[in-house]
């Protein structure tokens, strides 16, 4: 697939973050991130528990700050930028968080949730409107209009995080962080809220991060995709190309993980990775991936891996492969 | 289904099993019939709120005593309906004829005690005179069944990953070698690879001990790589029940189990859109008149709104459904 | 379709609404509701009786009817100096409960603003607050208020002075918890991604978030604290007498417990009355919040 020349709506280039714990070790939970999401498209960001992309996601916005590395939204650099300055970017860049429940104030009725942020930066100039406004964003996200004095807990999960979409959208973001956004839901929920996600990305033109440790979701919603591991990325391509030749031991052991729902696969044996996921504090050198791979090779200890493109879009940080 | 008595190693009938508070009544499990054969697994398939767990702590009779009644039906374990026996007896079945695991394994361990200790407490239980030599071996054992190091009996819980935790859950459920095992969602807290782990255990440990097992989980994946026979739960009713060859490649289905198919993003294909069941679960406290289905389904007919559907059997296939009736090779019978 | 003026209109309604279902699930208790009205009618007795009853009547000492026993005259009888009990037992309570109600109020606000602010801000602003709440704890209250009250005198004011820097810790540690918990809330992390300022965040969500727990801690409060201030005038550290004070008619009832055992036992009741009605309310407003609370 010819990937597309016009400049990216978000960027990142050696992302860091390292949380400082007691004692003095760092956890290294974003550890040299580059990226690149394009309007209207979705970047999916996969990866088990550890491998720090809840963290990527909120460092995107700014939420959390950067250690090292630099962040550019429409080329601006915004690394630096004070929460002062980030206020009126907040507008561009929203998020969706995991637990539909936890993040909706349990005192506030539905609609005022959804027409809080446009309260703090005053969307417009009388209350009537910005409520009328949140009545709209209500419909375009399928809740009903008669859940408006609704209180979270009075609804079900799938309607609980329709809210957070519809304040997600209610400054009319460029780009929309989803931070699991379907993984506490029933399935028939799930597939639900996707074609949501799906038909809003078409109408508004939206970019999304959808991270998730879910391969089959990632794929039926990205553009691209991104494999993280202990913070770093191991490999990166285009939705298709991943799934048609993941490259990476990591990405082949997570196709290969995931149970189908079908016959054929029963009585073959599973590739199944040993082991556990190896700590994230202080991190030495060499791939990361090392301990539980059934290739690793003496190269694979000593220096970090470093991604490389093996084919045009597709980019695999292992010393193996990139016979380095 | 045409499986002999004695080849099942448990049968429920007929069971009805409510939830009764001062303000509502909740029908959790109505009138469903079920039963695993000797040393296969039964994967009971369902959202949110369809009634497996509450099927499950019926089988133990660890439904909240406040609150939980069964109404009717009778649950055979090796001939024996568990319904008539006093907590006396079903302790003396608990852990050790029949054990459980639950899905989260951070809340079922006691965080101060050793994992060694949690395992000899359930032996001890159940083997009244048995020395403690003989209880240090058997942890030993049970620990490197589920492929963790012997010596590490003597850690806590919080020093295991959410993993191991797992396999120190379903070490203490086997410990006593039980003829069931009950996992209810064991590996949906799970990361993928984990679960990977976890289930390929639980399947040697399954052929090693001739054990049965009912699988509860809401994954079809799951359902395809694990078990033998199938059963689809729907707001407390079995909508759906078969071997997993009916389930997988059959060509008729129930609307609901159709649905699930479709709203599973198939990771070997690509579609657009998702199709997924429109609506939401029924309110267990106010269940639809006719089939509980009938509200969400595409196929809804005049005849579904009215009545409960018998179900009808093909062999081992049954469906619940009207659109199955009258037709050929089917015996209805009220479910 | 609904227009603007219907959601702004229908947006109204959601105060109240929030109210009546607390109120409702209030009203299941019926240990709650008992208290509710135990403590309305107290506080009508106590503000409204002395409108008719002239304040002399609890301090006009008539010899004649030295320890009489409750009459028709008299219904809760008379004390050592032939005082009526029953004037005494009502203007008592106002003192008594203005005091308590007052210093629990006052303990409140010093406490939680104190906790919201430890709690929000953390780091030293944090290790400062805490320190010198040890300071305040380490010390036993009854000492605590004793020497504030040698120190300043015994009047009402300082008695209020007293009472509230020995409970104020409760709120502080209470109010700090509440708000460490509260502030790693996704919904806290959902309105700064909306460009929401800390002041904002304190006083949309964790404030109204934190009061239910706040409230009910309150309302047990105030029981301890009707005890703890009769203890205080027991122990001769109230109000100088002439002035009516229910722990103070428990001190000069002593002498006479066998004798006359109604000059006990009716300030006694008194006590014991309002601080399990107010226990009573406590306890319903907890579990009209919780479920409101939880998940």
């Given at each position: ?324 | ?294 509200p969400r389904c595409e196929h809804c007919m005049e005849i579904c709104k009215e009545k409960r559907p018998e179900t009808v059997t093909r062999g081992t296939h049954s469906l619940r459904c009207h659109l199955f009736q009258n037709q050929e090779g089917g015996d209805a019978h009220a479910g | 379709m609904e227009t603007a003026n219907n959601t702004t209109q229908a947006a109204v309604y959601k105060r109240s609404s929030q109210a009546k279902e607390i109120w409702r699930r209030f009203r299941k208790s019926k240990g709650a509701l008992i208290g509710l009205i135990l403590l309305v009618l107290i506080a009508a007795v106590v503000i409204l009786v002395p409108l008719f009853l002239p304040y002399d009547l609890a301090t006009e000492q008539d010899y004649a009817k030295m320890l009489a026993p409750p009459s028709a005259e008299h219904l809760f009888g008379c004390d050592g100096y032939g005082r009526d009990i029953l004037a005494r037992v009502i203007y008592g309570g106002r003192t008594s409960l203005s005091v308590a109600l007052i210093a629990t109020l006052t303990s409140c606000l010093l406490g939680s603003a104190l906790g919201a602010i430890a709690g929000y801000f953390g780091g030293w602003v944090d290790s400062l607050i805490m320190r010198a709440l040890d300071i305040f704890m380490s010390v036993p209250d009854i000492l605590f208020t004793m020497a504030v009250v040698v120190a300043l005198g015994a009047s009402a004011t300082n008695l209020i002075i007293a009472l509230t820097l020995a409970y104020f810790s409760n709120y502080v540690r209470l109010v700090r918890s509440q708000v460490l918990s509260l502030s790693e809330q996704d919904y806290v992390e959902a309105a700064r991604a909306g460009g929401s300022g800390n002041a904002r965040i304190i006083l949309s969500h964790i404030i109204p978030n934190a009061i239910g727990v706040i409230i009910v801690n309150v309302t047990l409060n105030v029981a301890k604290i009707i005890i703890y201030e009769s203890t205080l005038s027991f122990l ?60």
């Amino acid at each position: 697939m010819p990937v597309e020349k016009s400049a990216p709506l978000v960027r990142t280039e050696g992302l860091k973050k390292y949380f400082k714990l007691k004692g003095g070790a760092q956890l290294h939970a974003v550890d040299g991130v580059d990226l690149e999401i394009r309007q209207g498209e979705t970047l999916g960001v996969v990866g088990e528990s550890g491998c720090g992309k809840s963290t990527l996601g909120r460092l995107m916005l700014k939420l959390i700050e950067p250690t090292d590395g630099k962040i550019y939204f429409e080329g601006k650099d915004i690394t630096k930028l004070s929460v002062r300055q980030m206020r009126p970017l907040r507008k561009e860049m929203q998020i969706i968080f995991q637990d539909p429940y936890a993040c909706l104030d349990a005192r506030m009725s539905v609609i005022d949730i959804i027409a809080e942020y446009m309260f703090i930066h005053r969307t417009y100039k009388t209350r009537a409107e910005i409520y009328n406004r949140a009545a709209q964003l209500m419909d375009q996200v399928g809740l009903a209009r008669r859940y408006s004095n609704a209180y979270p807990h009075e609804l079900d999960g799938g309607r609980r995080q329709r809210i957070g979409i519809a304040r997600a959208l209610s400054l009319g973001p460029k780009l929309i962080v989803c931070d699991e956004p379907v993984s506490a839901l029933d399935v028939s929920i799930q597939a639900q809220i996707l074609n949501l996600l799906m038909d809003l990305q078409e109408e508004l033109g939206l970019a999304y991060m959808f991270v998730t440790h879910d391969l089959s979701v990632v794929k039926h919603i990205s553009n691209q995709i991104m494999v993280m591991y202990l913070g770093q990325c191991v490999e990166r391509a285009e939705a298709d190309e991943l799934f048609a030749h993941p490259t990476h031991p990591y990405t082949k052991a997570l196709l290969a993980a995931i149970p189908r729902p079908d016959l054929s696969a029963r009585s073959e044996e599973v590739q199944l990775i040993r082991g556990e996921v190896t700590s994230p504090i202080n991190v030495k050198p060499g791939c990361r991936f090392a301990a539980r791979c059934d290739h690793c090779t003496e190269a694979c200890t000593e220096k970090d891996p470093k991604l490389m493109e093996i084919s045009p879009g597709h980019f695999v940080a292992c010393t193996m492969v990139n016979g380095q | 289904m045409e499986e002999k008595r004695q080849d099942n190693i448990l049968e429920i009938q007929d069971l009805k099993v409510i939830y009764k508070t001062d303000f509502e009544t909740v029908e959790a499990v109505n009138h469903i019939s079920l039963s695993i054969g000797k040393g296969k697994t039964l994967g009971l398939v369902g959202e949110t709120g369809a009634g497996k767990t509450t099927t499950a702590l019926s089988i133990l009779r660890l439904l909240p005593a406040t609150t939980g009644r069964i109404l009717e039906g009778s649950i055979t374990f090796n001939g024996h309906n568990l319904l008539e026996y006093d907590e006396h007896q079903m302790q003396a079945v608990r852990g050790n004829l029949i054990s459980m695991v639950f899905q989260d394994p951070m809340t079922s361990l006691n965080p101060v005690l050793t994992v060694g200790e949690q395992i000899a407490e359930a032996l001890r239980l159940h083997n009244e005179h048995i020395s403690k030599e003989e209880v240090e071996k058997r942890v030993e054992e049970t620990l490197s069944m589920v492929g963790i190091l012997p010596a590490r009996k003597h850690d806590y819980p919080h020093q295991f990953s959410g993993g191991m935790k797992q396999r120190v859950v379903i070490a203490i459920a086997l410990c006593c070698e039980p003829e069931l095992l009950i996992a209810d969602e064991p590996t949906t807290a799970l990361d993928v690879t984990i679960q990977a782990q976890v289930l390929a255990m639980m399947r040697s440990l399954r052929e090693r001990l001739g054990m049965s097992m009912l699988m509860i989980t809401h994954d079809l994946g799951i359902v395809a790589q694990t078990c033998d026979d199938v059963a689809v739960m729907y707001a407390g009713e079995i909508l759906e029940a078969g071997t997993v060859t009916d389930l997988f490649t059959g060509t008729d289905h129930h609307p609901y189990t159709q649905g699930l198919f479709n709203s599973i993003p198939n990771i070997d294909a690509r579609a657009h859109r998702l199709k997924p069941i429109p609506g939401l679960v029924p309110d267990p406290t106010d269940l639809p008149k006719g089939c509980v289905f009938s509200p969400r389904c595409e196929h809804c007919m005049e005849i579904c709104k009215e009545k409960r559907p018998e179900t009808v059997t093909r062999g081992t296939h049954s469906l619940r459904c009207h659109l199955f009736q009258n037709q050929e090779g089917g015996d209805a019978h009220a479910g | 379709m609904e227009t603007a003026n219907n959601t702004t209109q229908a947006a109204v309604y959601k105060r109240s609404s929030q109210a009546k279902e607390i109120w409702r699930r209030f009203r299941k208790s019926k240990g709650a509701l008992i208290g509710l009205i135990l403590l309305v009618l107290i506080a009508a007795v106590v503000i409204l009786v002395p409108l008719f009853l002239p304040y002399d009547l609890a301090t006009e000492q008539d010899y004649a009817k030295m320890l009489a026993p409750p009459s028709a005259e008299h219904l809760f009888g008379c004390d050592g100096y032939g005082r009526d009990i029953l004037a005494r037992v009502i203007y008592g309570g106002r003192t008594s409960l203005s005091v308590a109600l007052i210093a629990t109020l006052t303990s409140c606000l010093l406490g939680s603003a104190l906790g919201a602010i430890a709690g929000y801000f953390g780091g030293w602003v944090d290790s400062l607050i805490m320190r010198a709440l040890d300071i305040f704890m380490s010390v036993p209250d009854i000492l605590f208020t004793m020497a504030v009250v040698v120190a300043l005198g015994a009047s009402a004011t300082n008695l209020i002075i007293a009472l509230t820097l020995a409970y104020f810790s409760n709120y502080v540690r209470l109010v700090r918890s509440q708000v460490l918990s509260l502030s790693e809330q996704d919904y806290v992390e959902a309105a700064r991604a909306g460009g929401s300022g800390n002041a904002r965040i304190i006083l949309s969500h964790i404030i109204p978030n934190a009061i239910g727990v706040i409230i009910v801690n309150v309302t047990l409060n105030v029981a301890k604290i009707i005890i703890y201030e009769s203890t205080l005038s027991f122990l001769g550290l109230g109000m100088p007498p002439p002035q009516p004070e229910w722990g103070l008619m428990l001190s000069e009832a002593r002498e006479f417990m066998r004798t006359a055992p109604h000059l006990l036992f009716f300030p006694a009741a008194a006590i014991v009355l309002c601080a399990c009605s107010v226990n009573l309310v406590g306890d319903g407003l907890r579990d009209a919040l919780d479920p409101h609370l939880k998940s």
